[in-house]
């Protein structure tokens, strides 16, 4: 049983007919082959936010990072919860103020009222409802080096322990796990 036409359908039927009875004679169209464009002759689309997550809240001009790196700083943002800020102070860490970043820093929260001229973001909320802030701070970039070369020396001792099947954790050399687990490092 043939499909039902659509009242586009049928209109056209009807149009090639009364042409045929005419004497018109009309060619079918061909369907026309599909046009490929360059990269360069498409129009630019402009830059939409994708609000999947995926798009840095907590951002700091490109500029600002670029001249804190040719200063020798390593930029950081830490979260204020317990105990963390004091942390990164206590290595070496430092505020970074408002006068040092030459650009609007998006998310900074004003009226730092209590914190002098610190760049602090809401970054969420605590367990008590209450506002989460976090602080951006720096520290020179050598010993950023150096603090990540002392993590990936414990790191390489875990590894190496895995490796061999010994637990790390433990000093009783009987404690071993081998369930004919190989790893190939590149």
């Known amino acids: 049983m043939p499909k039902a036409l659509t009242p586009i359908e049928k209109a056209a039927r009807v149009t090639e007919k009364k042409n045929i009875e005419r004497g018109d004679v009309v060619e079918k169209e061909k369907s026309p082959r599909p046009q490929i464009r360059k990269a360069s002759d498409r129009p630019v689309k402009e830059s939409r936010g994708v609000f999947n997550g995926t798009r840095g809240k907590l951002k700091i001009s490109e500029a600002d990072v670029q001249n804190f790196a040719e ?23 430092e505020f970074v103020e408002r006068n040092e970043i030459g650009s609007v820093v998006a998310n900074v929260v004003d009226g730092n009222t209590d914190l002098a001229n610190k760049i ?43 490796r061999s099947g010994k637990n790390v954790k ?7 796990y081998d369930a004919g687990i190989s790893m190939k490092r590149d």
């Open 170 to 176: 433990s000093d009783n050399s009987r404690e071993f």
């Open 71 to 93: 200063a020798g700083w390593t930029l950081h943002i830490f979260n204020d919860i317990t105990g963390r800020i004091e942390e990164a102070l206590q290595d070496g860490w």
């Open 120 to 162: 602090r973001f809401r970054v969420g909320q605590t367990e008590n409802g209450e506002g989460m802030f976090a602080y951006l701070m720096k520290l020179p970039t050598v010993s950023y080096i150096e603090n990540q070369q002392k993590l990936q020396r414990k790191n390489d001792i875990i590894d190496a322990a895995i």
